[in-house]
């Protein structure tokens, strides 16, 4: 099943192999004359069958029938294919990286490698736009959403330290910064990356987070685990948390040594993702109803004159 074909619903499907059992015992255990043998007394059957007078009857109808409960049962399950105009449907989703630049994750020796991944990210999104927050005791919208990522690079390696002038670690803030930029931009559906040592998570934290998903966008997390130079008073990295935080919003959760999950989240192409926030309509043409349509044909045999 490639990318531009899909099944709506594929569980329809398992009324496939019901209809093979009903047609296999209607053609093996159907008597010809139904039930005229149990009814008519065998000796008057003998009578009228010298006659001439019985013929058994056809098959054919059972076959018929059968053919036409397996087309609406493919129908049902909607072949579906991908809109050509899907390109006009970009400003529905959007991809949001907040970066956590707090002093743990700045001073910690693996601020290079978070900006990597977050490059990577925007990579992985694909043609989708790509926002980034910088944020440590307050958030800042340092990226709006674009498809340029020529200038989202040089964004991405200019963040240090000193960006964000306010200390400590709010990652409420910057969720719910990300949540004001998502409905700004009107984006139906779309992707909050928080790349963080987990430092800071608390109530507000997850409330924002459940509003997110509330509002039909996910969660992502990837932890900065502590580096050499992490400094000896700052707190230990959170990867529970910060896994706890993405599975209450329907994320994926990663880490800076392990972030394939999220990648490949990310990656999924406008049209996946619009039919996982219940936007299937927009996303893909569903060709079932034209295939239960064609039901029609075999039923119509059904009623046609036999001599």
Do not use: C
């Amino acid at each position: 099943m490639t990318e531009a074909f899909t099944l709506l619903r594929p569980w329809w499907l398992l009324a496939l192999p019901l209809l093979g059992l009903l047609a296999w015992r209607a053609a093996h255990r159907s008597a010809p004359l139904g039930d005229w043998a149990k009814a008519v007394d065998p000796h008057l059957m003998a009578a009228l069958a010298a006659r001439g007078a019985v013929r058994p009857g056809r098959r054919v109808g059972q076959g018929l029938l059968v053919l036409a409960a397996a087309l609406v049962a493919i129908g049902l399950a909607g072949p579906a294919r991908e809109r050509r105009e899907m390109a006009g449907f970009r400003n529905l989703d959007a991809t949001i990286i907040a970066l956590d630049l707090s002093r743990s994750v700045a001073e910690g020796g693996r601020l290079g490698e978070a900006r990597a991944l977050a490059q990577g990210l925007a990579e992985a999104a694909g043609t989708k736009a790509v926002a980034v927050i910088a944020y440590a005791g307050d958030a800042y919208l340092v990226a709006t959403p674009t498809t340029d990522r020529d200038s989202l690079s040089t964004i991405l390696f200019a963040l240090d330290g000193a960006t964000v002038p306010d200390r400590g670690s709010h990652p409420a803030r910057a969720l719910a910064l990300a949540r004001r930029t998502l409905a700004e931009g009107a984006v139906v559906t779309g992707d909050v990356v928080l790349v963080s040592d987990g430092g800071g998570l608390d109530d507000a934290t997850s409330r924002e987070a459940a509003m997110l998903r509330d509002e039909g966008h996910r969660l992502h997390t990837v932890l900065v685990p502590g580096g050499p130079a992490l400094p000896p008073d700052a707190p230990r990295p959170d990867g529970t948390g910060l896994a706890r935080l993405a599975s209450l919003a329907g994320g994926s959760a990663g880490s800076l040594d392990a972030p394939a999950p999220v990648l490949a989240a990310v990656s999924e192409t406008v049209a996946r993702h619009l039919t996982e926030g219940g936007y299937t309509v927009l996303a893909w043409q569903d060709l079932g109803r034209w295939l239960a349509g064609l039901a029609l044909l075999p039923v119509l045999l059904l009623f046609r004159r036999s001599a």
